[in-house]
């Protein structure tokens, strides 16, 4: 074979191979492209929060978490490096979502809690409310 065709054979090969991987690569983003919230494939990032705040509601749920809890937030801290999903939340009342039992809490009280945010960010997300301790 001459030398000329085994050129061309082989910058035929690469600009192939080339181009697959070009295909690959743009699968691979479109599959697993960063959200808003900055997870990967749907996935949520771990968050944590402690909150302080009055309850103003408790409710409970006929669907999902058996409680809802809603609290003025007036209080949000970072627990260690994690993202704090209730920073932006000092000065709202927020609805939290729970399956801890409210017993002993009511509307006025003042709460003490983490709160971190669950579920899925292609199907829906929840602030989860846990370790609820009434603060004095």
């Given at each position: ?37 900055g997870?990967?494939?749907?996935s ?16 409970s ?18 627990v260690?490096?994690?993202k ?25 009280q ?14 829906g ?12």
């Amino acid at each position: 074979m001459p030398k000329t065709n085994n050129v061309f054979l082989f910058a035929i090969v690469m600009a192939v191979a080339l181009l697959a991987g070009i295909i690959v690569s743009c699968a691979k983003t479109t599959t697993t492209s960063t959200t808003a919230t900055g997870s990967i494939g749907g996935s949520l990032i771990q968050t944590d929060s402690i909150i302080k705040g009055q309850i103003t509601v408790i409710k409970s749920m006929t669907t999902g978490y058996p409680w809802e809890i809603d609290v003025m937030v007036t209080n949000s801290q970072n627990v260690g490096d994690l993202k704090n999903p209730t920073i932006d939340k000092v000065g709202q009342v927020v609805q939290f979502r729970t399956d801890e039992s409210p017993v002993g809490l009511q509307p006025g009280q003042s709460i003490n809690a983490h709160v971190k945010l669950t579920g899925d960010v292609e199907v829906g997300t929840t602030l989860y409310i846990y370790n609820i301790q009434q603060s004095y």
